[in-house]
């Protein structure tokens, strides 16, 4: 009797490891379709939810919010992105080879690689100047030369630098303690700040409207997700990404730049 027990409970045990999984199934493309609808949406909460990983539970500093939130100085940032409107095109998902161990069947953690081309025709994502996205005031003539080459160190802060407005109050200021780091290094570059101002060559503030025309707008770019999970029962979780490619428009729309996202010389390291 003893015997046939334990029989039945590895039998139940091996049907719950190999046969529920595949009533569970469910792409990694899927969820991060569902990830994209939340961030049109701009349900932080939901959003946040989205992310993890599959092994060490390991957030980045100040926690997963910090990939929606451009006051993180965290780059890659999907800010930007937030409650805006955009599309995407079909995916592209590539299995990723998991050494991570485990011991039942259903906990076998997956990694996967999805590539989503992503189109911005609706609302308008400027892509700012590196001293501008960083609250450094710059001249007319600075902003002019760098529509005229937005790609110039364009892998510079590339993500923080992308703004659905100009208008002050979109981004919050870091925590009391890293202002003081920041003072007491001198880190000029690590937080992005509120949209600076440009100052006409009569010294008069140019109007945001008048910057607005002048700035490169973001027309497309390649997203790369690495979406996991910890077992066939578990639901995928997003735990990096990074941009592939860039495109920005001109300010008058009659020229595509491609954007490099390395430094010069450099390729795009593995995530």
């Known amino acids: 009797m003893k015997f046939q027990i334990v029989l039945f409970s590895i039998c139940l045990l091996l049907a719950l490891g190999y046969g529920l999984p595949y009533l569970t199934e469910q792409g990694p493309d899927e969820d991060a379709t569902a990830f994209f609808t939340k961030m049109r949406t701009g349900k932080v909460n939901e959003i946040v939810r989205s992310f993890g990983d599959n092994t060490c539970n390991c957030p980045p500093k100040g926690g997963y919010i910090s990939y929606i939130r451009y006051e993180s100085g965290q780059e890659p940032n999907l800010a930007f992105m937030v409650g805006r409107k955009f599309e995407q095109g079909a995916f592209k998902t590539k299995e990723v080879a998991e050494d991570t161990a485990y011991i039942w069947p259903w906990d076998r953690p997956e990694t996967a690689y999805v590539d989503v081309p992503l189109t911005f025709n609706q609302d308008k994502i400027y892509f700012l100047p590196l001293d501008m996205a960083f609250g450094k005031t710059m001249s007319q003539s600075d902003l ?11 892998y510079k802060g590339f993500s923080l630098r992308l703004r659905p407005t100009l208008a002050p109050g979109l981004i919050g200021k870091p925590p009391v303690e890293i202002q003081k780091e920041m003072r007491d290094l001198a880190l000029n570059y690590l937080f992005p700040a509120d949209a600076a101002s440009v100052t006409a060559a009569s010294g008069q503030t140019v109007p945001t409207k008048d910057v ?17 999970r910890r077992g066939s029962l578990k639901s995928w979780k997003i735990a990096k990404f990074r941009f592939l490619q860039a495109t920005v428009e001109s300010p008058k729309g009659t020229q595509d730049v491609p954007l490099p996202l390395v430094a010069p010389g450099q390729a795009q390291k593995p995530l």
């Open 144 to 154: 002019t030369k760098f529509a005229q080459h937005p790609e110039s160190d364009s």
């Open 212 to 228: 607005e025309a002048e700035l490169p707008r973001l027309k497309q770019a390649l997203l790369r997700l690495t979406v996991v």
